[in-house]
């Protein structure tokens, strides 16, 4: 059964302190995985797509990467303003439109 | 660019009553998706249409909920008649194809009293 695990489910930073958000997933031949960033009140918002083990994508302080069985999010020196939820998910080989969603990791970073 | 167009933002209605939601796409897409997502289950897929077809309802709770998509700007999800349990945000969004990145609108909060 395909499956996206998100941990933690909750992280708290002070400014300025690097880490890294896991997505562990399961499926049968991966066509991608996404990352979204989720504010309070608002929809998730795009963030990266990975295709393929190895692949890297860069955007602002966040990094995320991707093996044959996880993903990073890794976070540089955050700010106040990356506090959010961020969710991850992935599309099989065996779906053309199907999401596979983890529960997301609520990250909290103090000033 | 306009993202993903979502009305109303806020429902509030008493148990019984009829709710329609309504999105507009991003103009071009050709695949649009209605979610749900509650504290307890996540973000679940209601409906899946492709160029204006429904392709998959399989997550449509019952048959209190329909969705249709008249043209390719616009779409409705209706649940009639609303139950305090379908109090939750509801997610419309859009892809340029069904196996591209999904925009997500704004949502609508829905709470049945």
């Known amino acids: 059964e395909d499956q996206v695990t998100q941990s933690p489910e909750a992280l708290r930073l002070q400014e300025g302190e690097s880490s890294s958000l896991n997505c562990s997933y399961t499926?049968?031949?991966?066509?991608?995985l996404f990352w979204y960033r989720q504010d309070p009140g608002k929809g998730p918002e795009f963030l990266f797509t990975?295709?393929?083990?190895?692949e890297e994508k860069e955007k602002e302080r966040l990094k995320a990467t991707l093996t044959k069985k996880e993903s990073f999010l890794h976070i540089t020196a955050p700010k106040p303003e990356d506090s959010a939820t961020y969710l991850c998910?992935?599309?099989?080989?065996?779906?053309?439109?199907?999401?596979?969603w983890g529960a997301g990791t609520k990250l909290i970073i103090k000033p | 660019d306009a993202g993903v167009i979502q009305s109303p933002r806020h429902e509030v209605t008493e148990m019984g009553q009829e709710v329609t939601l309504r999105c507009k796409p991003i103009?071009?897409?050709?695949?649009l998706f209605w979610y749900r997502q509650t504290m307890m289950r996540g973000l679940e897929l209601l409906i899946y249409?492709?160029?204006?077809?429904?392709?998959?309802d399989s997550g449509m709770p019952e048959d209190r909920f329909s969705a249709k998509m008249p043209n390719a700007s616009f779409s409705t999800l209706k649940i009639q008649p609303s139950e305090p349990r379908d109090s939750a945000v509801y997610f419309c969004?859009?892809?340029?194809?069904?196996?591209?990145?999904?925009?997500f609108g704004p949502g609508t909060r829905l709470t049945v009293l």
């Open positions: 249409f492709n160029n204006n077809v429904p392709i998959d």
């Open positions: 998910a992935v599309q099989g080989m065996d779906s053309n439109y199907q999401l596979i």
């Open positions: 990975l295709y393929s083990a190895g």
């Open positions: 969004a859009s892809s340029l194809e069904a196996v591209d990145t999904q925009y």
């Open positions: 103009s071009g897409h050709n695949s």
């Open positions: 499926v049968s031949g991966l066509r991608g």
